[in-house]
């Protein structure tokens, strides 16, 4: 049981309800079907979907380097890397959508390098299907899209595509794949118990799939991030999960590209080799303008990350083979390479583990049982959006104090409310903020604050230092 946006998935799927813009609808209905599993509870059932998403991601990677790369070593170097990421670890452990993306992107990188080979239009309908889909689990999958139509003419025989046929089919199983988002006028029409807000409509839905209200409000704001944001999130990303002495074992070999027998071996793939560092390039820099400062966006990163690490390993093996023909001794310099790569990752689980390990995640609980007890018959609890979820969860899905009314309100206009729920003459008003809460006057703080986890950022992160606003605290309203 989680609180803010993860709070909200976990109570959606639960219900088969419809959470927070834009909604995610196929997360949704895969979380909800993922509630059926025989053990475990609700909230932990969802969690599983992220779980089995990054597993399917890791398992990716190692296709995807192993076809291209036709090298076992590098493909495992590459999986292990983006496995061992401390932010793909950490958000394969709680409820969210964010690492279906990258998932998704290897997969289409494995059609693309099919579509390559083999020229077969199938492969690019296939992808038409699981790209609307992708859209439909989680939107921010198109700003990979202009990447993916590039390599369909750059990589392959796209005189196929063009063809009326071939283009209306694709077009046809792309809008097959956007036509899940139906389920949420669909389902907002039965009125669940979880329902964020009404998407009755054509324009209702526009807006809901596009953030647009939150846009506007500033809740959710475009916000190109400065030098010191993209720093920092970038140093989230990555230096969390790795020593930064992996990163010179990434990005050391590079240097192996200026010998010219090297050049020479990869000239048969290097127009493909090309257009992934420059697709992984321009799908960053898409990420960085359009979703600023939102580091779960970031995610991606890990995986064009992963990917030239195995690439990199490939070099140090090219390299061996080129200056160290030495049968007798021809695999030693694969088996101390991959010793020396997956020491490094194996020494940095202990850094990582602190920021993954969610065991002691129990705020959210902690704090909803806190305040279903405090509060009377009949209340009316005021509650920002690092609280809401995970209280709508306890009440809506394991049905905990059905008699209270729980009202979202935005972070710094709770009193705005105030005049509707005195209209009903509650028993009691209470607020549940998060803290820092400067705006207290008129009211009193009841017990102490609870850390609550949020979007794989761990309890741990509280005892690190990390500032998070995710730490919330009860006031009654006299």
Same mark, same amino acid.
Request: overall charge positive; proline content about 7%.
């Given at each position: 049981?989680?609180?803010?946006?993860?709070?909200?998935?976990?109570?959606?799927?639960?219900?088969? !309800?419809?959470?927070?813009?834009?909604?995610?609808?196929?997360?949704?209905?895969?979380?909800?079907?993922?509630?059926?599993?025989?053990? !475990?509870?609700?909230?932990?059932?969802?969690?599983?979907?992220?779980?089995?998403?990054?597993?399917?991601?890791?398992?990716?990677?190692?296709?995807?380097?192993?076809?291209?790369?036709?090298?076992?070593?590098?493909?495992?170097?590459?999986?292990?890397?983006?496995?061992?990421?401390?932010?793909?670890?950490?958000?394969?452990?709680?409820?969210?959508?964010?690492?279906?993306?990258?998932?998704?992107?290897?997969?289409?990188?494995?059609?693309?390098?099919?579509?390559?080979?083999?020229?077969?239009?199938?492969?690019?309908?296939?992808?038409?299907?699981?790209?609307?889909?992708?859209?439909?689990?989680?939107?921010?999958?198109?700003?990979?899209?202009?990447?993916?139509?590039?390599?369909?003419?750059?990589?392959?025989?796209?005189?196929?595509?063009?063809?009326?046929?071939?283009?209306?089919?694709?077009?046809?199983?792309?809008?097959?794949?956007?036509?899940?988002?139906?389920?949420?006028?669909?389902?907002?029409?039965?009125?669940?118990?979880?329902?964020?807000?009404?998407?009755?409509?054509?324009?209702?839905?526009?807006?809901?799939?596009?953030?647009?209200?939150?846009?506007?409000?500033?809740?959710?704001?475009?916000?190109?991030?400065?030098?010191?944001?993209?720093?920092?999130?970038?140093?989230?990303?990555?230096?969390?999960?790795?020593?930064?002495?992996?990163?010179?074992?990434?990005?050391?070999?590079?240097?192996?590209?200026?010998?010219?027998?090297?050049?020479?071996?990869?000239?048969?793939?290097?127009?493909?080799?090309?257009?992934?560092?420059?697709?992984?390039?321009?799908?960053?820099?898409?990420?960085?303008?359009?979703?600023?400062?939102?580091?779960?966006?970031?995610?991606?990163?890990?995986?064009?990350?992963?990917?030239?690490?195995?690439?990199?390993?490939?070099?140090?093996?090219?390299?061996?083979?080129?200056?160290?023909?030495?049968?007798?001794?021809?695999?030693?310099?694969?088996?101390?390479?991959?010793?020396?790569?997956?020491?490094?990752?194996?020494?940095?689980?202990? !850094?990582?583990?602190?920021?993954?390990?969610?065991?002691?995640?129990? !705020?959210?609980?902690?704090?909803?049982?806190?305040?279903?007890?405090?509060?009377?018959?009949?209340?009316?609890?005021?509650?920002?959006?690092?609280?809401?979820?995970?209280?709508?969860?306890?009440?809506?899905?394991?049905?905990?104090? $059905?008699?209270?009314?729980?009202?979202?309100?935005?972070?710094?206009?709770?009193?705005?409310?105030?005049?509707?729920?005195?209209?009903?003459? $509650?028993?009691?008003?209470?607020?549940?903020?998060?803290? $820092?809460?400067?705006?207290?006057?008129?009211?009193?703080?009841?017990?102490?604050?609870?850390?609550?986890?949020?979007?794989?950022?761990?309890?741990?992160?509280?005892?690190?230092?990390?500032?998070? $606003?995710?730490?919330?605290?009860?006031?009654?309203?006299?």
């Amino acid at each position: 049981m989680l609180g803010h946006d993860s709070g909200d998935w976990q109570a959606a799927g639960a219900t088969l !309800g419809i959470s927070h813009s834009p909604g995610s609808p196929l997360y949704t209905i895969i979380s909800w079907l993922f509630t059926h599993i025989p053990f !475990g509870t609700e909230a932990a059932r969802v969690n599983l979907v992220s779980a089995v998403v990054g597993a399917a991601g890791v398992v990716a990677v190692f296709i995807f380097v192993i076809m291209l790369l036709d090298r076992w070593l590098p493909a495992l170097i590459s999986a292990a890397t983006l496995g061992l990421g401390g932010q793909w670890w950490a958000h394969a452990s709680v409820a969210q959508p964010y690492n279906a993306v990258p998932t998704i992107i290897a997969v289409l990188l494995i059609m693309l390098l099919l579509w390559q080979r083999r020229g077969d239009v199938r492969v690019v309908w296939c992808g038409a299907l699981l790209t609307g889909a992708g859209l439909a689990y989680h939107p921010s999958l198109l700003y990979f899209t202009p990447v993916l139509a590039a390599g369909l003419f750059v990589l392959g025989p796209w005189r196929k595509v063009i063809r009326l046929k071939p283009m209306l089919i694709a077009l046809l199983l792309l809008g097959l794949g956007l036509a899940i988002y139906a389920y949420l006028p669909l389902r907002s029409f039965m009125n669940p118990s979880v329902r964020y807000q009404p998407v009755d409509s054509v324009s209702s839905l526009c807006r809901f799939v596009t953030v647009s209200e939150a846009r506007s409000t500033g809740t959710f704001a475009t916000r190109i991030p400065g030098e010191e944001q993209l720093k920092e999130r970038l140093t989230e990303v990555i230096r969390k999960g790795y020593f930064p002495s992996y990163a010179f074992l990434v990005f050391g070999p590079a240097i192996t590209l200026l010998y010219p027998a090297v050049l020479k071996r990869l000239r048969p793939s290097s127009r493909l080799l090309l257009f992934l560092l420059i697709g992984a390039v321009a799908h960053m820099t898409i990420v960085f303008i359009i979703s600023g400062i939102y580091v779960q966006y970031y995610l991606p990163v890990l995986l064009s990350f992963s990917i030239w690490a195995g690439f990199s390993v490939y070099l140090v093996m090219t390299v061996a083979d080129i200056y160290l023909d030495i049968p007798r001794f021809k695999q030693l310099p694969v088996l101390v390479t991959g010793a020396i790569y997956f020491t490094v990752l194996a020494l940095g689980i202990p !850094g990582i583990w602190p920021f993954v390990n969610h065991h002691n995640d129990r !705020g959210m609980r902690q704090y909803g049982n806190w305040v279903f007890s405090q509060a009377k018959t009949g209340a009316v609890i005021l509650a920002n959006w690092d609280a809401y979820p995970g209280l709508v969860y306890g009440q809506k899905v394991e049905g905990q104090r $059905p008699d209270l009314k729980l009202v979202s309100v935005p972070p710094e206009t709770w009193r705005d409310y105030l005049p509707a729920a005195l209209s009903g003459n $509650p028993s009691q008003i209470l607020l549940a903020r998060s803290l $820092p809460f400067d705006d207290r006057e008129g009211t009193s703080e009841i017990g102490s604050w609870y850390f609550v986890s949020i979007k794989g950022r761990t309890y741990q992160d509280q005892l690190h230092g990390f500032p998070n $606003p995710a730490a919330v605290q009860l006031f009654e309203v006299p």
